[in-house]
């Protein structure tokens, strides 16, 4: 509570009026850019807002959701990094503290972005990323101010496989001059780079954290080498089909274990497959529609469009999100460990984070395709011991261990699972700031 006086004299100042005013109106602006014909991407930038340093002296951070057809301006703003929560609270840990964060809600038909018909829809990695690279030549020529500001791109799950792609695309860019912006790094969370490697280690891992035993960790093997057979024949909508079913026998033999943190199951969001079910389907069930809680939507379609005031009138948050994932669905299992390669032999700052508690991307998946890398600096990074860092509250208790070696860096999140920044928010915005060089 802050007592009375202060507040008049708040008031008088006109201090008061930056903390009550929700949102901060004069602190962000959005917009859509036709990426293509009929094809209509939705971005919301938050200025900087830190007591110690103005938004022109902070990084710009962009933040890319997973799925893909998960939103960056709902879920990641709302329920992960945004200045304020899903009931519309300050969020301590907000990420705009230390840096101006930048939603854009990608592939088209994800979030707010949408389409006018099924052509809009991307079918490849390739077309999202260039996609995005139309909508941020808009940003930056727009937004001339941010051009020479760092610019990071942080992402989550399978925004990071559009994070490699996209990073690859706009390093070249701004060498050829297409684009001006002072891109500095991206940062790849629980990320789907390598996704054969994750389902492989599904079943070790399961096991040493006792959620199988011998028979499942048998079926839950045989099911995800079936899996190997369709990637390794490139037959990559099959694979994502036995993708699908492998976490079906997950499901079985763990009784329902949460692929996004396996130490949480919500009874309520079990999910079971029935007989017959579509995969896609099925797949939109479990991966997409937890991105879209009904209170999330309720929000989004409520105040929030009625704030923004720029959402067409028949475009519905999410309304387009399942068509997303299935337009996407041939390309899903696809590896982009050779975009990692190109980026950091192009010298690109890359990172690497993960949570120690992520079922469907976990962490040994994850160190199997960095041991892949071609990149000649990956010697030098196996050979280094990894250092502790503490949880920010609570000191000498163990939050995270790091490893940096050239401009490659792994960052190991403990106690947290797929999305990072809800689970551990203090850990992740000390992460962040140290990635952008503020810590
Ligand atoms: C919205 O309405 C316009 C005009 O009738 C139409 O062209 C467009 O396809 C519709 N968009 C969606 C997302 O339904
Ligand atoms: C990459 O990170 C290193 C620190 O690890 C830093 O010195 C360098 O400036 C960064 N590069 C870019 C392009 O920001």
């Known amino acids: 509570m802050v007592p009375t006086w202060t507040l008049s004299l708040l008031l008088l100042t006109g201090l008061v009026t930056k903390g009550l005013s929700i949102p901060l109106a004069d602190k962000e602006a959005w917009n859509y850019v036709e990426v293509r014909e009929g094809a209509h991407m939705f971005w919301w930038l938050y200025y900087a807002d830190s007591q ?37 609270e300050p969020r301590k840990q907000s990420w705009v503290q230390a840096a101006s964060v930048l939603f854009v809600d990608n592939p088209v038909g994800t979030g707010f972005s949408y389409t006018d018909g099924p052509d809009g829809f991307a079918t490849d990695v390739a077309t999202v990323a260039s996609d995005m690279l139309v909508l941020l030549k808009h940003f930056f020529s727009e937004k001339t101010d941010f051009q020479s500001i ?18 690859l695309e706009l390093s070249n860019a701004i060498a050829q001059g297409t684009v001006k912006c002072n ?25 040493t954290t006792s959620l199988l035993d011998d028979n499942g960790l048998a079926a839950v093997g045989s099911a995800a080498e079936m899996v190997k057979q369709a990637v390794e024949q ?22 329902g274990v949460n692929f996004y943190n396996i130490l949480t199951q919500d009874p309520d969001e079990k999910v079971r497959s029935s007989v017959g079910e579509d995969f896609i389907a099925l797949q939109a069930r479990r991966h997409i529609r937890p991105l879209h809680s009904q209170s999330l939507s309720q929000l989004m379609n409520g105040p929030i469009r009625k704030k923004l005031g720029i959402i067409p009138q028949n475009v519905t948050w999410g309304g387009q999100a399942e068509d997303v994932f299935s337009h996407m669905a041939g390309d899903f299992m696809r590896p982009v460990v050779d975009v990692v390669n190109q980026l950091l032999i192009a010298g690109v700052n890359v990172t690497v984070y993960n949570g120690q508690l992520d079922l469907i991307v976990d962490t040994i998946g994850q160190e199997l395709w960095v041991k892949q890398l071609k990149w ?16 920010p509250i609570a000191p000498g208790v163990t939050g995270a261990f790091y490893k940096t070696y050239k401009n490659f860096a792994f960052y190991w999140i403990l106690r947290a699972g797929h999305m990072i920044p809800s689970d551990q928010g203090p850990m992740a915005l000390q992460m962040m700031k140290m990635i952008t060089q503020q810590a």
């Open 52 to 88: 110690s340093a103005g938004y022109t002296e902070l990084p710009l951070v962009m933040w890319l959701q997973g799925g893909p057809g998960g939103s960056g301006s709902g879920f990641g703003n709302f329920e992960e990094i945004g200045p304020l929560n899903r009931d519309l």
């Open 150 to 167: 760092p610019f990071y791109i942080f992402s989550e799950s399978y925004g990071g496989k559009m994070a490699a792609a996209i990073s």
């Open 183 to 207: 891109f500095a790094g991206v940062a790849l969370g629980d990320s789907w780079i390598s996704p054969l490697d994750s389902v492989m280690t599904w079943g070790p891992y399961l096991y």
């Open 234 to 255: 490139q037959q990559f909508l099959k694979a994502t089909e036995l993708w699908s079913m492998t976490e079906t026998v997950v499901e079985q033999y763990t009784n």
């Open 376 to 391: 000649g600096g990956l010697p030098g990074f196996n050979k280094l011991t990894w250092r502790p860092l503490d949880d």
